[in-house]
């Protein structure tokens, strides 16, 4: 509103002052109107017209006074709010670990701190204000080797106007220390180039992620290389979550097959129960041992028994995983089972060294006197008139024959003698001993099923005949009472085995008896014949079936039945094929393996068959070792005393007074280190070997009879396990 228009306003107030007290005359003159009275009513409605346009524009401007004094009291509150606000900022800067500040870069190039907070000293050891100055104390702090990085990445966003995010090394006093920049640039209107942001030290927390990932890096080192098998078990979900190359090897699974399988899988069914036991049981907090022994199941069917050590994950008081170290403890298993039926077969030797003591010293006495009686017998038949009389004499004549039989057996049973090894071709064999017992298999029809190719046997041809003549004598026998007889004799190769099998259609054997007829002692005939199976006067010593099994398990092989009550039994016996030369599949596996050749070998063994394959094999390609034979200690000792050898392979029982233990301790009196095989199936040796395996560790043994690449892998085995060993002197 304008000065005049104040004044209009005053003056028609006053007017209006006037007329309200009837004084017209001065009403007029002061509003500028005659005192024509003509006029006075169109004055009046013209001046209160006027007067209140006049009063609005008053109230219009006491509201937008009143509107100014408000805007006023409101600035005064956001400019206290506003300075408390700087306040409160300028506190947060002041305190802050981060140093904040504005980095300006010229358009001539030159860089400067416009700004930044005292925080800057603790890091740099210059103040805020010395870095204002000169802000080359500052960027001289930047690690020499990150300068270019550095600028480099300064100058990319100052070109882009992106935001800044580095990670720079400085040195601070020689001191190596990590700062973390961040900042947003602005282009100015002068053309400079300014930077907000901050940089905080985080030399602690690279230091800590460095640590941290050198030790993911060795806890993955030892992850991946550890000499036992590693692997991560998700319980939750019940999966794997990583493994290591041992663990796959163990098992013979990829790391991709390993991963994707079931963790119940690799567990036999007795494990896999004992596992969810102890599953059960940790969840409920009442186990607090960490390892457990399982049976696992390898990609190839072969059990292999680990002791896992756990390192169990729980969350918010659950169970859900587990870090696993898997240990292979299937040798030592099987030595344990090795030393245990070492033990039992000890323990039950003794008690037959017993019995064959004493059996041998009555054998001889025995039966003389049982040939007494027998040609007595024999003599007294000839002379003999009387039926009554001679059906006594015939009584006694089979009781001394049973007499006899039953002394053979008993010493054969008791006595412990490891089997010579020969090669002879079963078929054969089956023929001698159909012929020795000719007589018996009168009226028997006799069935061959022999399958040509078959390989020579390497066994004791004296032990498989006896089994041969035992086990088709018991045939003979279970014939005894079945009208049209048969006895079906086979042989045939089969899974590298030579097998025979003794079949006959007679009286069988009851199941309740199955689990018993190999033990010593155990008949089902003569006066246990409850059922009346067998004829009148056939009669057993109880050694037989036990003496054929002792047979064949001393030549690594099994003999199994089957057999229904009065539907006959067919026993078959399966022993190993033993090659008189390596196979081509051996050579490429000896060839694709460490191994060694041309080495000096001693190779001392008494039987000519089994002498002649293993020199054949080390000989030949592709080991081309030279080997010295020995079949004697005598022998092998001046052998030993003449020559420098690289390996001994040494029988353990030899001809003479001088065994394969004494051409050892001869041999050590000189060369400490030499490897020495000892190849022996011998109970004695058996029991002594692991000893002395633990005081001498270039010592190892294998049993007799053993395959071609068994022999030639240990020798190879045992020249990598002494070839560290520091050479010794030459004799």
């Not at 050898?645 to 000189?670: A, W």
Request: glycine share 6%.
């Amino acid at each position: 509103m304008k000065a005049n228009d104040i004044k209009r306003l005053d003056a028609i107030s006053d007017a209006l002052r006037c007329l309200l007290k009837g004084r017209v005359p001065d009403a007029l003159r002061l509003s500028g109107q005659d005192d024509k009275a003509n006029q006075v009513g169109k004055f009046v409605n013209e001046l209160i017209s006027e007067h209140k346009a006049l009063f609005d524009d008053a109230q219009a401007l006491r509201d937008a006074n009143e509107a100014l004094r408000n805007e006023i009291r409101e600035g005064k509150r956001i400019r206290k709010a506003l300075s408390a606000s700087e306040s409160k900022f300028r506190r947060l800067l002041e305190n802050s670990p981060a140093v904040v500040y504005q980095f300006r870069m010229s358009p001539d190039g030159t860089f400067s701190f416009p700004f930044v907070t005292d925080a800057v000293e603790a890091l740099s050891g210059f103040s805020a204000g010395e870095i204002i100055r000169d802000s080359s104390v500052l960027l001289d702090m930047v690690h020499p080797e990150d300068r270019e990085s550095f600028y480099g990445a300064v100058l990319e966003s100052a070109g882009t106007l992106a935001p800044y995010h580095e990670s720079v090394r400085f040195l601070k006093d020689g001191e190596e220390r990590w700062l973390e920049a961040q900042s947003t640039p602005e282009m100015m209107p002068d053309g400079s180039i300014l930077w907000d942001g901050f940089f905080v030290d985080v030399t602690g927390k690279k230091q800590a992620a460095e640590a941290l990932e050198e030790s993911e890096r060795k806890y993955r080192q030892l992850f991946d290389h550890a000499p036992a098998g590693m692997f991560e078990f998700d319980l939750q979900n019940f999966r794997f979550l990583s493994v290591n190359e041992v663990m796959c090897v163990y098992t013979g699974y990829s790391e991709e097959e390993f991963l994707s399988m079931n963790p119940l899988d690799l567990l036999t069914e007795e494990s896999r129960e004992k596992f969810s036991k102890r599953f059960v049981a940790l969840t409920r907090d009442k186990i607090k041992a960490n390892s457990a022994e399982y049976t696992m199941v390898k990609k190839s069917g072969e059990e292999l028994s680990v002791v896992l050590n756990n390192d169990y994950i729980y969350k918010n008081g659950l169970l859900t995983g587990a870090r696993t170290v898997a240990h292979d403890i299937t040798r030592l298993k099987k030595a344990e089972r090795d030393k245990l039926n070492a033990q039992k077969i000890a323990g039950e030797q003794k008690k037959l060294a017993l019995v064959g003591k004493i059996a041998g010293k009555m054998a001889h006495d025995f039966n003389n006197i049982l040939s007494i009686i027998m040609g007595n017998a024999e003599l007294s038949l000839m002379d003999c008139r009387s039926g009554a009389t001679k059906e006594s004499l015939e009584l006694i004549l089979q009781q001394t024959l049973r007499g006899k039989n039953l002394t053979k057996n008993l010493v054969a049973f008791a006595k412990a003698h490891e089997p010579k090894q020969e090669f002879f071709k079963i078929n054969e064999k089956v023929d001698l001993v159909l012929n020795l017992l000719k007589k018996d298999l009168k009226g028997i029809k006799v069935i061959r099923e022999d399958k040509i190719g078959i390989p020579d046997l390497l066994a004791d041809p004296g032990m498989i005949e006896h089994a041969l003549v035992n086990l088709i004598q018991n045939a003979v026998h279970a014939l005894s009472m079945t009208a049209d007889p048969e006895l079906r004799i086979g042989t045939y190769c089969r899974y590298n085995h030579i097998c025979f099998t003794i079949e006959d259609n007679g009286c069988g054997i009851p199941p309740e008896h199955h689990k018993e007829i190999y033990e010593p002692s155990f008949t089902l005939k003569g006066s246990r014949d409850i059922t009346g199976a067998y004829k009148a006067g056939i009669t057993g010593t109880g050694y037989g079936m036990a003496n054929i099994k002792k047979y064949v398990e001393q030549h690594k092989g099994d003999i199994s039945f089957e057999t229904g009550t009065g539907a006959g039994t067919r026993f078959t016996v399966r022993l190993p094929i033993f090659e008189k030369a390596l196979s081509r599949e051996e050579i490429s596996e000896i060839r694709k393996s460490a191994a060694y050749s041309g080495k000096n070998i001693l190779l001392v063994e008494d039987e000519t068959d089994i002498l002649n394959v293993q020199y054949r094999v080390l000989s030949q390609a592709p080991c081309n070792h030279r080997v010295d034979t020995a079949e004697n200690g005598r022998d092998a000792m001046d052998l030993f005393d003449r020559n420098p050898y690289d390996f001994i392979s040494l029988d353990y029982i030899l001809p003479g007074k001088i065994n394969g233990m004494d051409v050892y301790n001869h041999i050590r009196k000189t060369r400490k280190t030499i490897p020495v095989l000892f190849i022996s199936g011998n109970i004695e040796f058996l029991e002594s070997i692991e000893a002395l395996k633990r005081k001498d560790g270039c010592i190892d043994h294998l049993s007799k009879p053993c395959q071609n690449k068994d022999f030639v892998s240990r020798i190879n085995q045992l020249f990598d396990k002494t070839r560290a060993a520091p050479p010794d002197s030459q004799g």
